[in-house]
């Protein structure tokens, strides 16, 4: 149970945040979502988990490729909710691409996104999390901050950059009661997933279930997709006193993925 903690779960508007944040309500944590998306759609999102989950939800549009935006977003979180106890770095962005018809802005977008903010969002929170000696900062990076695949340039190196981050953050609070760890999923079943899916199917002329198949077969040997479920139950297990001696590890969850 994480009653009286505070969370900021960084594109929690979607996908793998969403699940995340659902997870974490459910153990009655108050949540700074955060994304972008439809403002009636947020509106309902924020109405709903605080409705179903009975704690306090609040909502920050601050833009992750923006150092000055993020930083707010940390001040908005003390302000409104109390505290900063819980970081989970998630919001992300892709371009597929080879290296030589890379655009030079998605480079810096992807960068910017997966691998600075990050980096500016545990610079704001780790004060607030010192005054209370405790804290836990999960980074969720990739299957793809371990190994590569081609045509990825820039989301490998962010997310290879977001696992070395995690380890000096482990290091430089080691035993200060805040722990830094990154989680590093294999397919998870998500529109930034659901997009490449659906090209594949557009450019071999298969169908979308094939296309889903032979994503999960070149690279889980499970064949199932993680679920952002599952991902916040690893969080909670993070957020636990048995894992206070967990910190600047890669948790793999894939599937498989990693150890072939
Ligand atoms: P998604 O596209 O469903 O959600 C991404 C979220 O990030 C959304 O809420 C979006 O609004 C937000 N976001 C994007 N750019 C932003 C910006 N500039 N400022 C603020 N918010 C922004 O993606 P997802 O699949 O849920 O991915 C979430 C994280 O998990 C990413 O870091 C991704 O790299 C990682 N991941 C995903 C998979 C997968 O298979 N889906 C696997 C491994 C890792």
Not at 159 to 174: D, I, N, P
Not at 246 to 260: H, I, N
Request: glycine content about 8%; charged content about 20%.
């Amino acid at each position: 149970m994480l009653k009286g903690k505070v969370a900021i779960v960084t594109g929690s508007t979607s996908g793998i945040g969403l699940g995340i944040a659902e997870v974490l309500a459910s153990q009655l944590c108050d949540v700074m979502l955060s994304g972008f998306g439809d403002e009636k759609m947020i509106a309902a999102l924020q109405a709903r988990l605080h409705r179903q989950y009975k704690v306090r939800i609040s909502y920050n549009g601050a833009d992750m490729a923006n150092p000055d935006e993020i930083h707010a977003m940390v001040r908005a979180t003390r302000r409104e909710l109390g505290s900063v106890d819980i970081l989970v770095n998630n919001a992300g962005i892709q371009h597929v691409a080879s290296i030589e018809e890379f655009p030079r802005a998605k480079w810096e977008a992807v960068l910017a996104v997966n691998l600075s903010a990050p980096f500016h969002a545990t610079q704001a929170a780790i004060p607030h999390m010192r005054k209370k000696k405790w804290g836990r900062i999960v980074n969720i990076a990739s299957a793809h901050g371990l190994v590569a695949s081609k045509n990825k340039a820039a989301y490998v190196s962010a997310k290879h950059g977001l696992v070395g981050l995690t380890k000096v953050t482990a290091l430089e609070l080691a035993g200060s009661g805040i722990t830094a760890n990154a989680i590093c999923p294999g397919w998870v079943l998500t529109p930034l997933i659901q997009k490449q899916i659906d090209e594949r199917a557009r450019d071999q002329r298969i169908k979308v279930k094939e296309a889903e198949l032979q994503l999960l077969s070149e690279k889980q040997p499970s064949q199932q997709f993680v679920t952002p479920e599952q991902i916040g139950k690893m969080i909670v297990f993070l957020c636990d006193s048995g894992a206070d001696q967990v910190t600047g590890a890669a948790l793999s969850m894939d599937g498989g993925w990693v150890a072939q």
